[in-house]
């Protein structure tokens, strides 16, 4: 946090007042010296979440110094002061699970229940790296069970609960900016994915913020479900672990009615399943129909599971999804292959060096970190980025990505250059 001091007041209230807080250690992290910030915490500190309260309670400040120059954007201070305060947890107070939240939250009453009781599932099941209370597709107008969980292969962040093994893992290569994004990387996540609940265990109220403007805070956030119960007991989850769960996600899909694009919610009927097979390309208008985020989040292996008026909807991408048939699956196209582009050249131009022609839906093939790094040294990595030019490798010095590997979530285009990168292009032949 750095000077957001209404909505860490409304956080701290919210956190006092929840059941099983006297089982937990509370650390606040404070990014700099910001003496309002400073006040609200130690009201907090003396008063509401002061032991036996809580079990124990911190403030932390850490100096507030850039690691990319004075002018790095806001989510690089994010990244690094999380780096910072999870290396004091887990290395310094040597905790085996911490529970990271942000100062724009409010709680559920069983949130903190709710990691108690899912906390062991990291233990039994390798596949699994965090808990979150957080559900991407979580709106209001689906019919969610307040007692039901789910896998997601999409990090979700947002008041979420790692294990100290996995930090000594990714702490070290934590990256200095879109950590999040970082997390949401193949490279990061090694195919580990996340279990968080139907409805969500808390509520975003940062309308600004580094990674938030209005627009998006109210078409997707202030639509966003919000568990009110106290529940203390969610009953048997091992079919959360994952031979058990893809065993009933591939028996569901298998009994589904399939149905074509563009969905209309009004021609489902109640007890029925359906599948709707989507590509990348199709994905945003589907997900404005349903008034879902435009990229697919909350999905188990490319299945995203939808309660729509008392049917089950199944959204499931051709190209990546390895639970579907043959028959339903894409291909790349027969003699795809992945060409770097010289600095500031376009794909058309680069496939058409290679008396090849440039595909544009080819791009979401090659567009992953392992295969540009089978192209480009990668030097700082792989981060995620939005542009027309990306997948592509960042060739100029001046910029803070400078030697990074970069990969796309919007449609690339074949004509785009720039001429701070190096593209990777989908070169097929010529027809």
Same mark, same amino acid.
């Given at each position: 946090?750095?000077?957001?001091?209404?909505?860490?007041?409304?956080?701290?209230?919210?956190?006092?007042?929840?059941?099983? @807080?006297? *089982?937990?250690?509370?650390?606040?992290?404070?990014?700099?010296? =910001?003496?309002?910030? /400073?006040?609200?915490?130690? /009201?907090?500190?003396?008063?509401?979440?002061?032991?036996?309260?809580?079990?124990?309670?911190?403030?932390?400040?850490?100096?507030?110094?850039?690691?990319?120059?004075? =002018?790095?954007?806001?989510?690089?201070? @994010?990244?690094? $002061?999380?780096?910072? &305060?999870?290396?004091?947890?887990?290395?310094? *107070?040597?905790?085996? $699970?911490?529970?990271?939240?942000?100062?724009?939250?409010?709680?559920?009453? =069983?949130?903190?229940?709710?990691?108690?009781?899912?906390?062991?599932?990291?233990?039994?099941?390798?596949?699994?790296?965090?808990?979150?209370?957080?559900?991407?597709?979580?709106?209001?107008?689906?019919?969610?069970?307040?007692?039901?969980?789910?896998?997601?292969?999409?990090?979700?962040?947002?008041?979420?609960?790692?294990?100290?093994?996995?930090?000594?893992?990714?702490?070290?290569?934590?990256?200095?900016?879109?950590?999040?994004?970082?997390?949401?990387?193949?490279?990061?996540? /090694?195919?580990?994915?996340?279990?968080?609940?139907?409805?969500?265990?808390?509520?975003?109220?940062?309308?600004?913020?580094?990674?938030?403007?209005?627009?998006?805070? /109210?078409?997707?956030?202030?639509?966003?479900?919000?568990?009110?119960?106290?529940?203390?007991?969610?009953?048997?989850?091992?079919?959360?672990?994952?031979?058990?769960?893809?065993?009933?996600?591939?028996?569901?899909?298998?009994?589904?009615?399939?149905?074509?694009?563009?969905?209309?919610?009004?021609?489902?009927?109640?007890?029925?399943?359906?599948?709707?097979?989507?590509?990348?390309?199709?994905?945003?208008?589907?997900?404005?129909? @349903?008034?879902?985020?435009?990229?697919?989040?909350?999905?188990?292996?490319?299945?995203?599971?939808?309660?729509?008026?008392?049917?089950?909807?199944?959204?499931?991408?051709?190209?990546?999804?390895?639970?579907?048939?043959?028959?339903?699956?894409?291909?790349?196209?027969?003699?795809?292959?992945?060409?770097?582009?010289?600095?500031?050249?376009?794909?058309?131009?680069?496939?058409?060096?290679?008396?090849?022609?440039?595909?544009?839906?080819?791009?979401?093939?090659?567009?992953?970190?392992? %295969? @540009?790094?089978?192209?480009?040294?990668?030097?700082?990595?792989?981060?995620? %980025?939005?542009?027309?030019?990306?997948?592509?490798?960042?060739?100029?010095?001046?910029?803070?990505?400078?030697?990074?590997?970069?990969?796309?979530?919007?449609?690339?285009?074949?004509?785009? &250059?720039?001429?701070?990168?190096?593209?990777?292009?989908?070169?097929?032949?010529?027809?």
């Amino acid at each position: 946090m750095h000077h957001r001091t209404k909505y860490l007041e409304k956080t701290l209230s919210s956190l006092a007042e929840l059941s099983g @807080l006297d *089982k937990v250690t509370v650390y606040i992290s404070q990014d700099g010296q =910001d003496m309002a910030v /400073k006040d609200v915490i130690h /009201k907090f500190e003396e008063g509401p979440l002061a032991p036996p309260k809580t079990r124990r309670f911190e403030h932390w400040q850490r100096e507030r110094l850039p690691q990319l120059g004075h =002018d790095q954007p806001g989510h690089a201070w @994010l990244s690094q $002061h999380y780096k910072w &305060a999870l290396d004091q947890a887990f290395l310094q *107070k040597g905790h085996s $699970h911490v529970i990271i939240v942000e100062d724009d939250m409010l709680f559920s009453p =069983d949130f903190l229940h709710f990691f108690a009781a899912t906390a062991v599932l990291l233990e039994q099941d390798p596949s699994l790296w965090c808990i979150s209370t957080w559900n991407d597709n979580g709106l209001k107008t689906f019919d969610w069970d307040p007692m039901r969980m789910m896998r997601t292969s999409y990090f979700p962040g947002l008041g979420w609960m790692m294990r100290h093994e996995l930090w000594l893992e990714i702490g070290p290569h934590w990256p200095k900016q879109s950590w999040d994004h970082w997390m949401r990387l193949n490279t990061t996540a /090694k195919g580990r994915e996340c279990v968080y609940p139907e409805v969500n265990r808390n509520y975003n109220i940062g309308e600004k913020g580094v990674n938030m403007n209005s627009q998006v805070f /109210k078409q997707y956030l202030t639509q966003m479900s919000f568990n009110q119960e106290l529940i203390m007991d969610y009953g048997d989850l091992s079919y959360l672990l994952e031979a058990e769960y893809e065993q009933q996600l591939v028996a569901l899909s298998q009994d589904a009615e399939l149905m074509s694009l563009p969905i209309g919610t009004r021609s489902l009927s109640q007890g029925k399943v359906y599948l709707a097979l989507y590509t990348a390309e199709s994905y945003p208008r589907t997900a404005r129909k @349903l008034g879902i985020w435009p990229f697919p989040r909350g999905h188990h292996h490319f299945v995203t599971k939808l309660p729509v008026k008392g049917a089950m909807l199944l959204l499931a991408d051709q190209r990546f999804c390895p639970l579907l048939p043959e028959q339903h699956s894409m291909k790349p196209r027969k003699g795809l292959r992945a060409f770097p582009a010289a600095q500031h050249e376009s794909c058309y131009a680069a496939c058409r060096n290679q008396e090849m022609e440039c595909n544009s839906h080819e791009f979401w093939f090659i567009n992953s970190c392992e %295969e @540009l790094s089978k192209h480009f040294p990668c030097e700082q990595g792989c981060a995620v %980025e939005l542009g027309n030019d990306v997948p592509n490798y960042v060739v100029d010095v001046s910029l803070g990505s400078f030697q990074t590997c970069l990969v796309n979530q919007k449609q690339p285009k074949c004509e785009a &250059a720039n001429p701070s990168t190096r593209r990777l292009c989908p070169c097929v032949p010529k027809q």
